[in-house]
T-cell receptor, first 113, second 115 residues
Framework: DTAVSQTPKYLVTQMGNDKSIKCEQN?????MYWYKQDSKKFLKIMFS???????INETVPNRFSPKSPDKAHLNLHINSLELGDSAVYFC????????????FGSGTRLTVV | AQSVTQLGSHVSVSEGALVLLRCNYS??????LFWYVQYPNQGLQLLLK??????LVKGINGFEAEFKKSETSFHLTKPSAHMSDAAEYFC?????????????FGSGTQLTVLP
């Protein structure tokens, strides 16, 4: 059983389109995250939800909108895609304590053409 | 803001040689520290973590790391490298106090293992 699963794994789309990435975890964690990994492998947090409540919202264009229907799911919707949005997007989950590591999904490689 | 610095964006070792990947943190209060590994086209896997218990932490795949407060370091080591260890390694930190609670990553070190 996959602990943190993301779909799709690959996403190729044209500029201006709207797309969504879905994430689900079956670990019973109460906190979920979206990270962006750029072409130089640098990882930066975008959003975090705890029990469906947004708790971290880094400086991200408002074209990006996370949605958490329940604490096991965190989706990322992106409007009006731009070339610079091309990256690998990782979903992760954890317990809410500081000393817990995060469990990551396998990533979604988004390519905007 | 809490940060970690990984010295050496690329490290090459021969198979069977010692692996040493360096990580330093930048806070006066020791944070919680983590090492993750990323194999090509895969997600990040937790290797080990320091959460203020034992300073020498053993992880998966034969890796270990030692927390040294005096040096603000948490270097990752493995006595004998295998070809399968070739991957990107990330040091990461969560502050142990304060309002910031998210995991912040270093810039990564690409490990190459030579036959």
């Amino acid at each position: 059983d996959t602990a943190v699963s993301q779909t799709p794994k690959y996403l190729v789309t044209q500029m201006g389109n709207d797309k969504s990435i879905k994430c689900e975890q079956n670990l019973g964690h109460d906190t979920m995250y979206w990270y962006k990994q750029d072409s130089k492998k640098f990882l930066k947090i975008m959003f975090s939800y705890n029990n469906k409540e947004l708790i971290i919202n880094e400086t991200v264009p408002n074209r990006f909108s996370p949605k958490s229907p329940d604490k096991a799911h965190l989706n990322l919707h992106i409007n009006s895609l731009e070339l610079g949005d091309s990256a690998v997007y990782f979903c992760a989950s954890s317990h809410s304590g500081r000393n817990y590591g995060y469990t990551f999904g396998s990533g979604t490689r988004l390519t905007v053409v | 803001a809490q940060s970690v610095t990984q010295l050496g964006s690329h490290v090459s070792v021969s198979e069977g040689a010692l692996v040493l990947l360096r990580c330093n943190y930048s806070s006066s209060v020791p944070p919680y520290l983590f090492w993750y590994v990323q194999y090509p086209n895969q997600g990040l896997q937790l290797l080990l973590k320091y959460t203020s218990a034992a300073t020498l932490v053993k992880g998966i795949n034969g890796f270990e790391a030692e927390f040294k407060k005096s040096e603000t370091s948490f270097h990752l080591t493995k006595p004998s490298a295998h070809m399968s260890d070739a991957a990107e390694y990330f040091c990461a930190v969560i502050p142990s106090s304060g309002s910031a609670r998210q995991l912040t990553f270093g810039s990564g070190t690409q490990l190459t293992v030579l036959p």
